[in-house]
């Protein structure tokens, strides 16, 4: 069964650091996400991507983040300077473009920021 | 905005007990439903969805209907096991409005043997 997945797993980081938050979304999908959730927080949306651009953010997503689809098959997200705050568990999830309105999450990858 | 509003946690059961958890929506459009569980250290997986008025939408037990005129998606299951021991979440997108996936605070569900 085909599935989104995320790299690394876990990332531990200094604040003011930069970091790279990678994901492989399902081939053939055509929207992208990338959703945080604070431990014991609910699920809150990133932003979106759909033909190699950003389609909505949330106001989360400041002059900070930044997100890119760099060869065709990963997708990331880029933290440029941590701050404490930004330790949160990060989803990717993809969507196809059938009007199916179903997104696939990955596994997450646990950013802690110290 | 959309928003969704679920019954706070966490809700503790024996096993075999029914379950219910309340979900309400408000949204500007005509949003799709889903519900989203979170197993113990994993990601979210999708349980089941509906995509117009009273669509029921069920997977492993678990049901919940698409109901417009309450703008409500209750969660329910007839007999829980310990393996349902999970965080849920309600969530809504709407198509239309830019498809993003909108989540209830999540609700911690605890079931006892």
């Known amino acids: 069964e085909p599935e989104v997945t995320q790299t690394p797993s876990h990332q531990v980081t200094q604040m003011g650091q930069e970091v790279i938050l990678r994901c492989v979304p399902i081939?053939?999908?055509?929207?992208f996400y990338w959703y945080r959730q604070i431990l014991g927080q609910k699920v809150e949306f990133l932003v979106s991507?759909?033909?190699?651009?950003?389609?909505?953010k949330s106001e989360i997503f400041d002059d900070q983040f930044s997100v890119e689809r760099p060869d065709g098959s990963n997708f990331t997200l880029k933290i440029r300077s941590t701050k404490l705050e930004d330790s949160a568990m990060y989803f990717c999830?993809?969507?196809?473009?059938?009007?199916?309105?179903?997104?696939?999450f990955g596994q997450g990858t646990r950013l802690t920021v110290v | 905005g959309d928003s969704v509003t679920q019954m706070e946690g966490p809700v503790t059961l024996s096993e075999e007990a029914f379950l219910t958890i309340n979900c309400t929506y408000t949204?500007?459009?005509?949003?799709?439903l889903f519900w989203y569980v979170q197993y113990p250290g994993e990601g979210l997986q999708l349980l089941l969805k509906?995509?117009?008025?009273?669509d029921k939408g069920s997977n492993k037990g678990f049901e919940a209907t698409y109901r417009k005129e309450t703008t409500s998606f209750h969660l329910e299951k007839g007999s829980v096991q310990v393996s349902d021991s999970a965080v849920y979440f309600c969530?809504?997108?709407?198509?239309?409005?830019?498809?993003?996936?909108?989540f209830g605070a999540g609700t911690i569900l605890r079931v006892k043997s």
């Open positions: 081939s053939n999908h055509l929207y």
């Open positions: 991507f759909y033909n190699n651009e950003i389609s909505e």
């Open positions: 969530a809504l997108s709407d198509w239309e409005y830019g498809n993003k996936l909108v």
């Open positions: 999830a993809s969507r196809s473009d059938s009007g199916n309105t179903e997104a696939f």
């Open positions: 509906a995509t117009k008025a009273d």
């Open positions: 949204a500007t459009g005509y949003p799709s």
